[in-house]
Structures are given as structure tokens and as C-alpha cells.
């Protein structure tokens, strides 16, 4: 009687050990499967050249009340030539939702299109949901080139 | 845990009925004989198929089909993506695997005369999914856009010219034009990812469901037999084990094979430089292409190549429709005729292939 109830805890011993061993073998099976697949879709980083200024053009090219809007690195950046004859060069990414703003000559404002942000003329969030204000460049003028770069 | 299961299966259970499905599954038996082993090809086919879709999607995540961009965006793929080599490269692997097991499957359904009544559309699915598996192999080879695949189109494309009446606009339709340009790997992307995925698929479900549906073909010398004497294999799980454990070893094979034998890129394509020396298609194709170059220049008042595309057209339709010629078989009885025909083929196939490779 002994003998039959302890062959039969090693039969379900054995059975247990045959079964970790599937299991262990499908979990196996199936990581290394889904490993490369996940890292496969995992894009690889591209390595980006650090941008820190552009030369935009000509300053004289822009009249006053004109704005436009160049690519810094991957960014976009708008540039104003204001009334009194200024530069100012501003991140045109909206803080809000990733749209790329405007310049609004009769209002003279910065206005994203999106759901109706608003920033004054120094880029801070006047109106609208925009959570902040837009990153502010420095513009500067070289013999007559329109060059914007990096704040420090 | 197995109490959730449970649970889980009867809530499906109690609104689509599986209990059903599991009695249909319980009672299908796969005929054992000494030919068993072909049973397993079309499941084998299938398991190819399925990596194909897997790896082709993954693909389709990074590659970019136009002409400026195709070559350098598989380059991407195999030098900047993780794993990409690999992927791309078990596509290629399994894309050669899956055609020679569709060849195997194939040919053993014919010298099993499986394809009598009542498989017939059975059989006529099957090789119109045999003939879409090779356009795949065509149009996903130019995908890469490099020189090989360059002027491979540019031959299989002529060749299709070759066709009387239909050839020319034929070869128009297909390359988009005059030439080989652009506007071919536009179209031929599109065929290799949306055309041929979807009519494949419909295919595909047809001849699945028929099977399901009329069961494992039994061999001729099955009908004289008692039931008793049958010997039969329940399909769950006994059959469905085997057949798992059998994608497991082809898919080992194809990971090793994918490994030390990667796809290779070679050089871009251009239009304006010579084909290489030892230009050859892949090897499905170079028995017919090995044909084509032993046909003389004119065959009386009909020009070689014209012919050589005639036969094998021919040889296709009969092919397809040898369910509705061969009577003998569909009336159950013995037909010689048709094992003959099958060893030429697969004699005329192996040896023009292997002159094809030689002749290099």
C-alpha cells in the first residue's frame, strides 16, 4: 500500500518537472520571438546635428508687419519684423497641442490656429489653453544677413 | 487561474456555441498510410505564409517604396533598425521555403490524385494560390530596388511581352509604361502588399474551409477497405501536435538559415549600367527561364520565345483544370497516365533547374 502511494507522489512529481519544463520551454520560446520584434519596431535613433544658428537671408527682405517661418535644426521658428522696425524669433511650436502658430499683423499677436492660443509679441500665453510661453531666440543682423540662434 | 479560463470559455461558449466547433474538431481523423507524411506540407505552406505577413508588416514599418528612397531605406532596415537583418532576411528565407513547400504540397496532392471529386475546387484554389505565390516571389524581389532585381523585372516583364495579342499592352499595364522606371515598383509594391495579400487571403479561406469542410483526402485503395480496417488519426490533438512540432523544426531551419545565410543588398540600381555577368532569376523561375534560352530564335514561322511562353501556358492551364480531364480518377479508378505525367514535370523542373545553375 506504502509502496503505490509514494509511486504515485513520484509520478506526480514527474509530471510536474515535465510540465515546468513545457511551460519553461514555450515562455522561452516565445520571449525570444517577441524580443526582436519589439526592438525591430523600437525606431533607431537619428543622430541630429546640433543646430545653433541659421542664417535666415537678407534683413531687408522682411518689411515691417512680415513674418516668416524657418526650420532651426527640425524646428520650426518664427521670425517678425515688428513696426518699429525689430526682430523677434520665436519657437512656432505652440506649447498647447504641437501645432506650428502664426503671426497676426492686425492684432499683433501669435495665434495657433489648433484651438485658439494666443501670445503677445515677447511669446508669453496671453490667452487660450497654451500652459506656457514660447522659447524665445535671439535674432542679430551681420552685415545685412538675418541670423537667429540659440538663447544662452 | 484555470477557473477563469473556464469561466471565460463559457461566456463565449453560451453566445457563439463552441461546444459545436469542439464536437466537429473531436470527430475529424486524418487517414494514416504509409504516405502520411505529405499531409503535413500544406500546414507547413501555411506556417511560411503566416511568418510572411508577420515579418512582411514588420517590414512595411521602414521600407519606403519609391525609387529614390526603396534601396536606401532597405539599407536602413539592415544596418540601423535592431534586428532588422534578421527580419528582413527571414522574409527572404521564407519566402524561397514557403514556394518549395507549396511545390512539395502541390505535387503530392497530384500523384495522390486528391484533387478527383469531390476536391475539385480544392484543387483549382490551391494552384491559383501556387501561381499568386510566385508573382509574389516576382514582385517582392524588385523591392529592394538594387541591380539584380532591376533586371529581373526587366527580363520577366519582356518575357510577358512575348504573349501573342495580350503581351504587349500586358507588359505596358505591369510596368507602368515603357520601361522599367519608378512607376514599375510603385505598382509592383502595390501588388505585393495589397492585390495579392487579399485575393491570397480569400483564396486561402476557400480552400481551408474545404478542407474542414470534406475532410482529409483518403488514398484510392481506400475505398475497397472496411471501415475497420482504416487506420485513422484524430486530427485533435493528435494530428494538430505533430503539426506544431513540425512548424517548430521548419522554423528553426529558417532561423539558422536566416542567420548564417542573411539577405544581401548588393548595389543600387541603374538604368544606365550593364546587367552583371551570371544574371540568373531565382531559382523557382530558372527552369522556364532555362527553356526560353534553349528554344531556337524561330520554331518555324512562330519566334522561340513566343512558343516557349505559348507551352507553358498551356502547361499551366492543364494543370489547373487536370481535375476535369483525368475521369479515370474521379471515377475512382487507377490512372497510370497521370503518375507519368507528374514524374516528367517534376524531372523536366529539377533537371532544367539544375542545368540553369550549372550554365551559370
Given at each position: 500500500m506504502d509502496k503505490t502511494e509514494s509511486n504515485m507522489a513520484e509520478k506526480k512529481n514527474r509530471r510536474g518537472f515535465l510540465k515546468y519544463l513545457l511551460s519553461g520551454g514555450l515562455a522561452g520560446f516565445a520571449a525570444i520571438t517577441i524580443y526582436p520584434i519589439l526592438s525591430f519596431l523600437n525606431p533607431p535613433k537619428q543622430t541630429e546635428v546640433?543646430?545653433?544658428?541659421?542664417?535666415?537671408?537678407?534683413?531687408?527682405d522682411m518689411k515691417p508687419g512680415d513674418s516668416k517661418i524657418i526650420r532651426f535644426g527640425n524646428k520650426p521658428v518664427i521670425i517678425i519684423r515688428m513696426d518699429d522696425n525689430n526682430f523677434r524669433a520665436l519657437?512656432?511650436?505652440?506649447?498647447?497641442?504641437?501645432c506650428t502658430v502664426q503671426y497676426k499683423k492686425d492684432e499683433k499677436i501669435i495665434w495657433c490656429a489648433c484651438h485658439n492660443g494666443k501670445y503677445d509679441l515677447f511669446g508669453r500665453?496671453?490667452?487660450?489653453?497654451?500652459p506656457r510661453p514660447l522659447e524665445q531666440y535671439s535674432v542679430v543682423i551681420k552685415k545685412d544677413d538675418l541670423i537667429v540662434s540659440k538663447e544662452a | 487561474m484555470k477557473n477563469k479560463f473556464k469561466k471565460l470559455y463559457e461566456w463565449i461558449d453560451s453566445r457563439v456555441q463552441l461546444e459545436d466547433l469542439v464536437k466537429f474538431m473531436s470527430k475529424k481523423y486524418v487517414p494514416v498510410h504509409?504516405?502520411?507524411?505529405?499531409?503535413y506540407f500544406g500546414g507547413v505552406s501555411l506556417f511560411f505564409f503566416i511568418i510572411q505577413v508577420v515579418t512582411g508588416i514588420l517590414l512595411l514599418f521602414y521600407y519606403?517604396?519609391?525609387?529614390?528612397l526603396a534601396y536606401e531605406s532597405i539599407h536602413f532596415i539592415m544596418s540601423?533598425?535592431?534586428?532588422g537583418w534578421l527580419i528582413r532576411s527571414i522574409h527572404a528565407w521564407s519566402a524561397n521555403l514557403f514556394i518549395l513547400s507549396v511545390f512539395i504540397h502541390m505535387f503530392s496532392v497530384f500523384f495522390e490524385k486528391s484533387y478527383r471529386k469531390p476536391r475539385e475546387i480544392t484543387w483549382i484554389t490551391g494552384v491559383f494560390m501556387f501561381f499568386l505565390a510566385l508573382a509574389f516571389g516576382f514582385s517582392g524581389y524588385?523591392?529592394?530596388?538594387?541591380e539584380l532585381a532591376y533586371f529581373a523585372t526587366k527580363v520577366g516583364t519582356d518575357i510577358v511581352g512575348a504573349?501573342?495579342?495580350?503581351g504587349e499592352p500586358l507588359k505596358y499595364f505591369l510596368r507602368g509604361?515603357?520601361?522599367?522606371?519608378g512607376a514599375t515598383l510603385s505598382r509592383f509594391f502595390g501588388f505585393h502588399v495589397a492585390l495579392f495579400p487579399g485575393i491570397f487571403t480569400f483564396l486561402l479561406i476557400v480552400h481551408l474551409l474545404l478542407v474542414q469542410r470534406q475532410g482529409m483526402s483518403e488514398p484510392l485503395?481506400?475505398?475497397?477497405?472496411e471501415k475497420e480496417e482504416k487506420k485513422t488519426m484524430p486530427f485533435f490533438p493528435n494530428f494538430m501536435l505533430r503539426d506544431l512540432l513540425l512548424w517548430l523544426v521548419v522554423l528553426n531551419i529558417l532561423a539558422i538559415l536566416a542567420v548564417f545565410f542573411p539577405a544581401e543588398l548588393g548595389l543600387k540600381a541603374n538604368p544606365l549600367s550593364s546587367a552583371p555577368a551570371g544574371i540568373q532569376p531565382e531559382w523557382y523561375f530558372l527552369f522556364m527561364f532555362q527553356t526560353l534560352k534553349f528554344l531556337?530564335?524561330?520554331v518555324f514561322f512562330i519566334e522561340g520565345e513566343q512558343l516557349g511562353v505559348l507551352l507553358f501556358g498551356l502547361a499551366g492551364l492543364l494543370w489547373l483544370l487536370v481535375p476535369v480531364w483525368d475521369r479515370k480518377s474521379a471515377r475512382g479508378q487507377k490512372n497510370r497516365l497521370i503518375n507519368y505525367i507528374g514524374i516528367f514535370c517534376v524531372l523536366f523542373i529539377i533537371i532544367l533547374t539544375i542545368i540553369g545553375w550549372v550554365l551559370k
Amino acid at each position: 500500500m506504502d509502496k503505490t502511494e509514494s509511486n504515485m507522489a513520484e509520478k506526480k512529481n514527474r509530471r510536474g518537472f515535465l510540465k515546468y519544463l513545457l511551460s519553461g520551454g514555450l515562455a522561452g520560446f516565445a520571449a525570444i520571438t517577441i524580443y526582436p520584434i519589439l526592438s525591430f519596431l523600437n525606431p533607431p535613433k537619428q543622430t541630429e546635428v546640433e543646430v545653433t544658428s541659421v542664417v535666415v537671408g537678407k534683413a531687408d527682405d522682411m518689411k515691417p508687419g512680415d513674418s516668416k517661418i524657418i526650420r532651426f535644426g527640425n524646428k520650426p521658428v518664427i521670425i517678425i519684423r515688428m513696426d518699429d522696425n525689430n526682430f523677434r524669433a520665436l519657437s512656432a511650436t505652440c506649447t498647447h497641442l504641437d501645432c506650428t502658430v502664426q503671426y497676426k499683423k492686425d492684432e499683433k499677436i501669435i495665434w495657433c490656429a489648433c484651438h485658439n492660443g494666443k501670445y503677445d509679441l515677447f511669446g508669453r500665453n496671453v490667452s487660450g489653453p497654451p500652459p506656457r510661453p514660447l522659447e524665445q531666440y535671439s535674432v542679430v543682423i551681420k552685415k545685412d544677413d538675418l541670423i537667429v540662434s540659440k538663447e544662452a | 487561474m484555470k477557473n477563469k479560463f473556464k469561466k471565460l470559455y463559457e461566456w463565449i461558449d453560451s453566445r457563439v456555441q463552441l461546444e459545436d466547433l469542439v464536437k466537429f474538431m473531436s470527430k475529424k481523423y486524418v487517414p494514416v498510410h504509409s504516405r502520411s507524411i505529405w499531409y503535413y506540407f500544406g500546414g507547413v505552406s501555411l506556417f511560411f505564409f503566416i511568418i510572411q505577413v508577420v515579418t512582411g508588416i514588420l517590414l512595411l514599418f521602414y521600407y519606403k517604396g519609391s525609387s529614390d528612397l526603396a534601396y536606401e531605406s532597405i539599407h536602413f532596415i539592415m544596418s540601423k533598425v535592431q534586428f532588422g537583418w534578421l527580419i528582413r532576411s527571414i522574409h527572404a528565407w521564407s519566402a524561397n521555403l514557403f514556394i518549395l513547400s507549396v511545390f512539395i504540397h502541390m505535387f503530392s496532392v497530384f500523384f495522390e490524385k486528391s484533387y478527383r471529386k469531390p476536391r475539385e475546387i480544392t484543387w483549382i484554389t490551391g494552384v491559383f494560390m501556387f501561381f499568386l505565390a510566385l508573382a509574389f516571389g516576382f514582385s517582392g524581389y524588385l523591392l529592394p530596388w538594387n541591380e539584380l532585381a532591376y533586371f529581373a523585372t526587366k527580363v520577366g516583364t519582356d518575357i510577358v511581352g512575348a504573349v501573342p495579342f495580350i503581351g504587349e499592352p500586358l507588359k505596358y499595364f505591369l510596368r507602368g509604361g515603357d520601361d522599367v522606371t519608378g512607376a514599375t515598383l510603385s505598382r509592383f509594391f502595390g501588388f505585393h502588399v495589397a492585390l495579392f495579400p487579399g485575393i491570397f487571403t480569400f483564396l486561402l479561406i476557400v480552400h481551408l474551409l474545404l478542407v474542414q469542410r470534406q475532410g482529409m483526402s483518403e488514398p484510392l485503395e481506400f475505398k475497397d477497405s472496411e471501415k475497420e480496417e482504416k487506420k485513422t488519426m484524430p486530427f485533435f490533438p493528435n494530428f494538430m501536435l505533430r503539426d506544431l512540432l513540425l512548424w517548430l523544426v521548419v522554423l528553426n531551419i529558417l532561423a539558422i538559415l536566416a542567420v548564417f545565410f542573411p539577405a544581401e543588398l548588393g548595389l543600387k540600381a541603374n538604368p544606365l549600367s550593364s546587367a552583371p555577368a551570371g544574371i540568373q532569376p531565382e531559382w523557382y523561375f530558372l527552369f522556364m527561364f532555362q527553356t526560353l534560352k534553349f528554344l531556337p530564335a524561330h520554331v518555324f514561322f512562330i519566334e522561340g520565345e513566343q512558343l516557349g511562353v505559348l507551352l507553358f501556358g498551356l502547361a499551366g492551364l492543364l494543370w489547373l483544370l487536370v481535375p476535369v480531364w483525368d475521369r479515370k480518377s474521379a471515377r475512382g479508378q487507377k490512372n497510370r497516365l497521370i503518375n507519368y505525367i507528374g514524374i516528367f514535370c517534376v524531372l523536366f523542373i529539377i533537371i532544367l533547374t539544375i542545368i540553369g545553375w550549372v550554365l551559370k
